[in-house]
């Protein structure tokens, strides 16, 4: 594969840890894809299934945003061109900004909404507004993904929405990371954004990675059914960087502890390896051949409308997203909680999508109850959805960051 080779010389040495190396990596669980590598020398740290095909869901963005730093960069755009989203792009399914046929939204909000909200509808404006249709922008996407050395990857919308037809691996989407940082070093803190403020509210990041890693600056989350939970994230550590990718946790709780835990394996055997633990070799000496196995459907269709009916799942305050919340009450039933939850979404309507909905199970004085809370929200946002839902005579309680996930604070203590 002559491809990766020569991107990543391009920008740096190659070097393979090789398979005599004592370190050994962090065990992966089967069913998923990981591939880890240091992002200064290109070695790889980790890897399974890496050349296994999957689908990318929301990772796709990756290439939507890099075909828009290649457009800003030879003179074809600017950060400040202001776009507006067709019929299509209103019409896409969630995760939306919440475009409406003809709103206007500059392009350095819309490559925002796509990092920190994973926006469908701001990904289709972009790719409208750089190649005349969705159609046209995927398949500039798959052509660049091919000058990538990515040779296994073939796109077909902007926003990784499910397709049969679309498709990568990790070491592909590694290979898509490393190049976001590499050719385009003067954007890419817009991956590290914990927030975007669109039309005067404050959304943070869905990236919990991003937040919670030490070092963390990026870069993408993803979720369909038939991907599971996928994530990149590159972090710092001691001058040291690291890129890595996991695809198919089974859950948003599960694929930021199995990426933590990736990451910190991985610093401890860079630290740890001596020079000559490492030899000079290609990426493509290291990682897993070539599986032809088409793309496994990590949730089948019944799992995952079970997953998608029940939601929002019962959770505790540790995997409650990080930022601000509003508690709506406690409850002795589960459906009481969510009617509560559905209640409150309903009447603060926009705003209500923008903070994630989640029940919190207890359990007080012999009792199990149930405590629907929107979480992960900006300050101002919280303050201004309990005002709303107050004046409609529902319960509101603003919860800080330091009580929303903390199981020891004095909302969450059994009494």
């Given at each position: 594969m002559a491809g990766i080779r020569s991107i990543l010389?391009?920008?740096?040495?190659?070097?393979?840890?090789?398979?005599?190396?004592?370190?050994?990596?962090?065990?992966?669980?089967?069913?998923?894809?990981?591939?880890?590598?240091?992002?200064?020398?290109?070695?790889?740290i980790n890897a399974r299934e890496a050349t296994q095909l999957w689908y990318p869901a929301s990772l796709t963005k990756m290439m939507t945003i890099y075909l828009a730093f290649e457009a800003i960069e030879r003179g074809a755009a600017r950060f400040t061109d202001m776009l507006t989203a067709s019929p299509h792009a209103a019409a896409q399914p969630e995760t939306r900004l919440g475009l409406s046929t003809g709103s206007r939204i500059s392009l350095k909000d819309a490559v925002l909404a796509l990092i920190t909200r994973s926006a469908n509808d701001a990904a289709v404006t972009i790719a409208e507004q750089i190649a005349g249709s969705e159609t046209a922008f995927a398949e500039r996407m798959t052509a660049k993904a091919r000058e990538l050395g990515m040779d296994r990857t073939v796109f077909r919308n902007a926003s990784g929405l499910?397709?049969?037809?679309?498709?990568?691996?990790?070491?592909?989407?590694?290979?898509?990371?490393?190049a976001l940082k590499s050719?385009?070093?003067?954007?890419?803190?817009?991956?590290?954004?914990?927030?975007?403020i669109f039309?005067?509210?404050?959304?943070?990041?869905?990236?919990?990675?991003?937040?919670?890693?030490?070092?963390?600056?990026?870069?993408?989350?993803?979720?369909t059914c038939g991907s599971g939970y996928n994530l990149v994230a590159s972090a710092t550590r001691n001058g040291k960087r690291l890129f890595a990718v996991l695809l198919g946790s089974l859950s948003r709780a599960g694929r930021s502890s199995e990426m933590t835990r990736l990451l910190d394996d991985g610093f401890s055997r860079l630290g740890r390896a001596s020079r000559a633990d490492l030899a000079v070799s290609t990426v493509d000496d290291y990682i897993d051949v070539i599986d032809s196995a088409p793309p496994p459907q990590q949730l089948n269709g019944k799992d995952c409308s079970i997953i998608q009916a029940a939601a929002p799942v019962e959770q505790t305050p540790a995997q409650l997203p990080t930022g601000w919340g509003v508690a709506l009450g406690s409850f002795g039933a589960r459906p009481e909680a969510k009617a509560a939850l559905d209640r409150a979404r309903a009447k603060l309507k926009a705003l209500g999508s923008l903070g994630r909905p989640a029940i919190v199970g207890q359990d007080r004085a012999g009792k199990h109850t149930y405590t629907a809370v929107l979480a992960g929200m900006a300050q101002p946002l919280a303050a201004n959805a309990c005002k709303i839902l107050r004046a409609g005579n529902e319960y509101c309680l603003v919860i800080t960051p330091a009580v929303l996930g903390n199981a020891g604070a004095i909302l969450w203590r059994p009494r």
């Open positions: 010389r391009s920008t740096l040495p190659v070097v393979a840890i090789t398979a005599t190396l004592s370190l050994a990596p962090t065990p992966v669980r089967a069913g998923q894809a990981v591939i880890v590598v240091d992002g200064d020398s290109g070695s790889v499910p397709d049969p037809g679309q498709r990568t691996t990790a070491r592909d989407i590694v290979l898509l990371a490393m050719k385009f070093p003067q954007h890419y803190s817009l991956f590290s954004s914990r927030q975007m039309r005067g509210h404050t959304l943070p990041t869905i990236n919990g990675i991003v937040v919670s890693y030490p070092g963390a600056d990026g870069i993408k989350t993803g979720f």
